[in-house]
């Protein structure tokens, strides 16, 4: 009867007033909830669950009561408006729909009767403009009588109607229910029988996510039933936790804006930013760059430095030739923090250059001559280096300004400066590079990186990896690239060989495996892209030599990961580093192991006296598993944009997350977040939109 009934009302101007009112509040724009899981979405839905619970204090749900009370809203609204912050906060999305189901006997007819007549009601709130929780509260209450008023439209019909993209992976519209019983002191009393509830996990859900209150004399238990297939119990247990967090919040402080609720308990805090960023370690502060090389020198004078082709150059002579370069840049002007550009091909005179610009006590920047004109004279005209070290060919090919330029020291002119180290000209937090960023986000920028960020770089490599006098690492990289500052320098301060790849070589796998044959590298670098390369290389399974591969630059696939294992030599690692041009070269790492079953390859945990801090737009920490801001501290943090005092403000930051770290942080623009080991998950650019699984 009531079906029959239903049928014949609901249609013509009825159903068109029902209609009307839900595409004006839907609208054509139906995104689904991207919270972020610990597993891939399956492409077909699984209902295997998992249930969680909380009891909220009598006293937490009367101060809640009263708040919706003065509103003019109820409980459950009360705890919708905490659900929907929560899911904004982890979401980052601002409208916010979440399925719940109404009783739908709103006819006295059908009040006696027993029987199915629930439907489900969408309500979908705008939480934009971070507002006070109470103008939210404002905000659901009205979402949800709107919705009361016109429940009588099957849900199905709604769907119908909308067309929403469909997918048998998610259910439409929503992926998040609140189901919300409020019953009477008699409701569970019937004549002649004693009734009592038992509560049991069914391992069933039929969303991501299905959050379920029942008031009782006791309190309001909160369950949470998750998607077990998306989440793990851990990660259902902190959003649930969370979730108390934001209700207590709201109770206590009503008037705060949404993104001020803390979603961490003391405990993850701690966690987060202090054991997973215990770093320090003892480390020789007050030493540059070149005096390590030196050191090393001293050690084994005689032992080969440094090879390219045919050519080579003992640890002695690298220091002879390098110390006498030194000698003519310092009569040229060249001091503490100072800049030279160098423009040259690799080769020898490149590491003798480089070296060289260090013992000056100043700055290189590297002016790459395979560059096109047009940002080789926007790198010369940005960085105005006084002083720049090329040859005569290379000279009469670049862009140079003909007043006001730099003075051009050219290779081969002879020179009768002592052999011995120049006096000091540089200190720890001297300069001791400027490269500039690729201009994939905008301009290219030159970082200022210190002596004391380097070294503490090399020396955590060391200390992680520990290269002898028997290693043999290639440099293959540009030197407008912050890797090639490990590949030149991690081998001379260790007596290590050098070996200096032709120019271009690196773009050759052919070459690459003929080379790490003939000179026996064990240590090299590869970007992800150029590694793919090289593994299809029929050569590269004979590279025996061969014991450690870094890959940085780019995000790193499982699937190369699990390539890598298959064609390389048994005992071969690989390690994920990560780090930006604005940091020391990398501040993450991570050792790869073959059949790991994670879909991505994690960045890993910072390296020594680094930190790492993920947060939200207001600079927050964010929870376990939630995607923010990588953000960077430590001493590897550059001094900042070379003559951009405003970028270099906007970018490197005070911290925020407590007065007792302190400090500066750079605001890397990536997305990242933490797992439940404190590893950290890479998950693209800010100013990309980023589907997480």
């Known amino acids: 009867d009531f079906a029959h009934w239903q049928r014949d009302w609901l249609q013509g101007q009825v159903l068109e007033e029902q209609l009307a009112y ?22 077909v839905q699984s209902y295997r669950g998992t249930v969680r619970s909380r009891l909220l204090s009598q006293r937490l749900v009367q101060e809640l009561v009263a708040l919706g009370r003065r509103r003019g809203a109820t409980l459950f609204m ?101 189901s919300f019983r409020n019953r009477g002191p008699n409701a569970s009393r019937l004549p002649g029988l004693s009734l009592d509830s038992v509560d049991f996990d069914l391992g069933v859900v039929k969303f991501d996510l299905e959050l379920v209150g029942v008031e009782r004399a006791e309190g309001l238990p909160l369950s949470l039933e998750f998607n077990a297939i998306l989440f793990e119990t851990a990660t259902g247990t902190r959003i649930l936790e969370a979730l108390l967090l934001v209700l207590q919040g709201a109770a206590e402080s009503p008037s705060l804006p949404i993104w001020d609720f803390p979603l961490l308990d003391s405990g993850q805090r701690q966690q987060l930013l202090y054991d997973w960023n215990d770093t320090e370690v003892a ?14 020198v001293a050690r084994s004078p005689e032992a ?30 060249a001091d503490m923090d100072s800049l030279v550009g160098i423009c040259l091909e690799r080769s020898l005179e490149m590491v003798v250059s480089i070296l060289a610009v260090l013992k000056a006590g100043g700055a290189y920047v590297p002016i790459d001559p395979s560059y096109p004109r047009e940002r080789l004279a926007y790198m010369l005209g940005d960085s105005r280096v006084p002083l720049l070290l090329t040859t005569e060919r290379l000279a009469a090919e670049l862009p140079l300004q003909k007043e006001g330029g730099p003075t051009i020291l050219c290779l081969g002119a002879s020179t009768d400066e002592p052999a ?32 004391r960020g380097i070294v503490n770089r090399l020396l955590w490599m060391q200390q992680t990896y520990g290269l002898g006098a028997e290693d043999r690492v290639v440099q293959k990289t540009p030197f407008s690239f912050d890797v090639s500052v490990w ?12 070996v200096v790849a032709r120019p271009e070589g690196h773009q050759d796998p052919a070459y690459l495996a003929r080379l790490f044959v003939e000179e026996g590298i064990t240590t090299v670098h590869f970007v992800p892209s150029m590694l793919q390369a090289f593994l299809e290389e029929p050569a590269a399974v004979g590279c025996s030599s061969l ?58 945990r910072p390296v020594a006296n680094t930190r ?82």
């Open 22 to 43: 839900w595409r004006e509040k839907i609208g054509t724009d139906h995104p689904i909830l991207e919270l972020p899981t610990d597993r891939p979405r399956p492409p």
């Open 78 to 178: 009360t705890i919708m408006s905490a659900l929907k912050v929560l899911l904004h906060r982890y979401s980052g999305q601002s409208a916010i729909s979440v399925g719940s189901p109404i009783a739908g006997r709103n006819q006295a007819e059908i009040e006696p009767l027993i029987g199915f007549f629930v439907n489900t009601l969408l309500l979908r709130t705008d939480l934009g403009g971070n507002p006070r929780f109470e103008a939210l509260l404002a905000r659901v209450r009205d979402t949800a009588l709107g919705a009361y008023s016109h429940q009588d439209l099957p849900f199905e019909v709604l769907v119908e109607e909308l067309h929403p993209e469909r997918s048998l992976s998610y259910s439409p519209l929503f992926q998040v229910m609140f």
């Open 283 to 296: 480390w020789p502060k007050e030493v540059c760059l070149h005096e390590l090389i030196e050191r090393q």
């Open 304 to 333: 080969v430095a440094v090879i390219f082709g045919e050519q080579s150059l003992t640890y002695a002579e690298l220091a002879v030739r390098s110390n006498r370069r030194a000698g003519v840049l310092r009569s040229l002007g």
């Open 420 to 451: 011995g180290p120049p006096q000091p000209g540089a200190c720890p937090a001297s300069a001791a590079y400027v490269i500039f960023t690729s201009g994939s986000t905008g301009r290219p920028k030159g970082v200022m990186n210190s002596h």
């Open 487 to 498: 590949e030149f320098f991690w081998p001379l301060l260790t007596g290590a060989r050098l």
């Open 547 to 604: 014991r450690r591969v870094i890959a940085s630059g780019e995000v790193l696939p499982a699937e190369l990961r699990e390539r890598f294992f298959q064609r390389m030599p048994t005992g071969v690692e690989l390690h994920n580093l990560y780090g930006p041009t604005e940091a020391a070269v990398d501040v993450t790492f991570e050792r790869c192991a073959p059949g790991s079953e994670e879909a991505s390859v994690p960045i890993g």
């Open 612 to 693: 790492i801090h993920i947060l939200d737009r207001e600079m927050r920490p964010v929870p376990v598993g939630i995607v923010g801001e990588l953000h960077i501290g430590g001493v590897q943090v550059a001094r900042g944009y070379l003559n951009r005092p405003e970028l270099t403000a906007e970018r490197f930051v005070a911290d925020p997350c407590g007065e007792e770290i302190g400090g500066r942080l750079y605001k890397t623009g990536d997305l990242a977040r933490h797992l439940p080991d404190g590893r950290v998950e890479f998950l693209g650019r800010l100013d990309h939109q980023v589907k997480v699984r």
